[in-house]
């Protein structure tokens, strides 16, 4: 069975730090990322990254967060700096499960950006 775990989210103030850390369990995975949802707003790419740690990052985001996985321990992180209010939402890990491509999520993860 696979599961996909987060955790790190919490409160912090504006340009402040924050490492999201998922640990996937039950299969090996190709590309695994992170995704993000505000209230009334669309879910929204974050940062991806593949096997071979080729990553890809969202414009709005680039220079602030990077995105690393250790595929022996089957987890991806996310880590946050300079952080913004605009920032605050819910984080989901997502994992592409290696040749079936089934793509699996997480339960989400809040981050508020608030003084």
């Known amino acids: 069975q696979v599961q996909l775990v987060e955790s790190g989210g919490g409160l912090v103030q504006p340009g402040g730090s924050l490492r999201l850390s998922c640990a996937a369990s039950?299969?090996?995975?190709?590309?695994m990322g992170w995704h993000r949802q505000a209230p009334g707003k669309q879910r929204e790419l974050v940062a991806t990254?593949?096997?071979?740690?080729?990553?890809t990052i969202a414009d709005g985001v680039k220079g602030r967060f990077t995105i690393s996985r250790d595929n022996a321990k089957n987890t991806v992180y996310l880590q946050m700096n300079s952080l913004k209010p605009e920032d605050t939402a819910v984080y989901y890990c997502?994992?592409?499960?290696?040749?079936?491509?089934?793509?699996?999520w997480g339960q989400g993860t809040q981050v508020t950006v608030s003084s």
């Open positions: 997502n994992a592409r499960r290696l040749g079936v491509g089934t793509e699996y």
């Open positions: 990254v593949t096997r071979g740690s080729w990553t």
């Open positions: 039950g299969s090996i995975f190709s590309d």
